[in-house]
Nanobody, 119 residues
Framework: VQLVESGGGSVQAGGTLRLSCTAS????????IGWFRQAPGKQREAVAA???????FIIDSVKDRFTISQDNTRNTVYLQMNGLKPEDTAKYYC???????????????WGQGTQVTVS
């Protein structure tokens, strides 16, 4: 499974971005896609995850501002980020796994990441 993230950029506080994670290759193995982020000097943290059946996980600190959704016909999972704050600045990664789905980091496949900067 290959994963490509897109949609990152630089925005002002309060702005919005929509990240996309598109899977290709053996997409039968991408049953769950998770979004993670890592800020400079900090550990990577899970943000949200979505199983192709619709089961969803999202961390409390963003659940009122971020939404995860998917288009299974496009093998794409989106992370809609509203009300962005400077503390959301990080490199955002998506990851996929055929079996695991949740907010742990036990994902088999990872993308290269897309930078989000909020000023």
């Amino acid at each position: 499974v290959q994963l490509v993230e897109s949609g990152g950029g630089s925005v002002q506080a309060g702005g919005t971005l929509r990240l996309s994670c598109t899977a290709s290759g053996d997409t039968d193995n991408r049953n769950c896609i998770g979004w993670f982020r890592q800020a400079p000097g900090k550990q990577r943290e899970a943000v949200a995850a979505l199983h192709r059946t619709g089961t969803m996980f999202i961390i409390d600190s963003v659940k009122d501002r971020f939404t995860i959704s998917q288009d299974n016909t496009r093998n794409t999972v989106y992370l809609q980020m509203n009300g962005l704050k400077p503390e959301d600045t990080a490199k955002y990664y998506c990851a996929a796994d055929p079996r695991y789905c949740g907010l742990g980091s036990t994902y088999a496949y990872w993308g290269q990441g897309t930078q989000v900067t909020v000023s």
